[in-house]
């Protein structure tokens, strides 16, 4: 090397930073999530395009509810790999009690990476039902059923939506009233849901007591 004479140039940039998983993943067991946040700073901002470090960051803040810095990490995942399924999750979560448009947003796209599924098709007849979009909400209710006929949630979220619609003519019988006249309902078409061989009914007879449906 030549030498100048002169003393050598500071480095300024930022040396790269790697946190420890073990002592990341030991402030999670603890619930040490502020503590966390605090220990992979200097990762991020030494490399803000680690997923690995926006995970952990977003996961820390979503267990410090600290949301709005949640969903930005995720966001910021979302930018860089738009097939992340974790981070696709974290923001359905996010947005699905009062942002249901960018929920659906979020869930549409993991329909198409996981089309088989049934949790993100019951997400989106959650989501249609809050928006009281309620024959969407049945298509996608029934759509999870068929794919995990078990599922408790999507049956009564097929009941719930069913109720809210007072119409039952797709099941071959119609009726229209009150809430407690529509489950009623729901009671005296018992031969059908019998015949499709589902578990809806028996759900139902434990979620309302039975004089409920008389």
Sequence with gaps: ???????????????????????VL?????????????YLQPAFTADSTNITTLAWLGYASYMND?????????????????????????????????????????TTRLLALQPGKAFWWRTMGELFRRTNELDSAVAYYYHAHALAPTDSKAIVGLGDALIDKKSYREHGCSYTGTRAKSAQFIYLCSSWWALQKSPILTIYTFRYPLEWFL
Excluded: C, W
Excluded at 27 to 35: D, G, K, R, S
């Design 26 to 38: 030991d402030y999670f067991q603890n619930q040490q999530f502020e503590e966390a946040i605090d």
């Design 66 to 106: 600290e949301k709005p810095a949640a969903e930005k990490y995720y966001e910021h995942i979302f930018r860089l790999d738009t097939n992340n399924i974790s981070a696709l999750s974290y923001l359905v979560a996010l947005n699905k009690e009062d942002a249901h448009v960018i929920a659906m947003e979020y």
């Design 1 to 23: 090397m030549h030498d100048t004479g002169k003393p050598p140039l500071a480095n300024t940039a930022i040396k790269p930073y790697a946190a420890d998983k073990n002592k």
